[in-house]
Nanobody, 114 residues
Framework: VQLQASGGGLVQTGGSLRLSCVASGFAFSQYRMYWLRQAPGKGLDRVSTISPGGGTTLYTDSVEGRFTISRNNTKNTLYLQMNNPEPEDTALYYC????????RGQGTLVTVSS
């Protein structure tokens, strides 16, 4: 299993950022996928979940209405569109095949400045 996340960087509040994650080594289209994040000095938290076909999505309350998870199964790619990020969204973001994050990529750093 390989999960390669990218797209992180420095963004201001009110801006937007799109994270991508290319998956390989498994049947991507058959798995529920997750975006997780770890803020400085804190544990790993679930941000969003998407069903194998993309028809069902879930968000943690703090990002509901601002972030959008999506996937392209023909490209084996998972996305997270981050709109109106807040400083509290600053974290290392991971895509993962399981909610606990035991199967996750190397992460991409998002820093939100006010």
């Amino acid at each position: 299993v390989q999960l390669q996340a990218s797209g992180g960087g420095l963004v201001q509040t009110g801006g937007s950022l799109r994270l991508s994650c290319v998956a390989s080594g498994f049947a991507f289209s058959q798995y529920r996928m997750y975006w997780l994040r770890q803020a400085p000095g804190k544990g790993l938290d679930r941000v969003s979940t998407i069903s194998p076909g993309g028809g069902t999505t879930l968000y943690t309350d703090s990002v509901e209405g601002r972030f959008t998870i999506s996937r392209n199964n023909t490209k084996n790619t998972l996305y997270l569109q981050m709109n109106n990020p807040e400083p509290e969204d600053t974290a290392l973001y991971y895509c993962a095949r399981d909610e606990a994050g035991s199967l996750r990529g190397q992460g991409t750093l998002v820093t939100v400045s006010s």
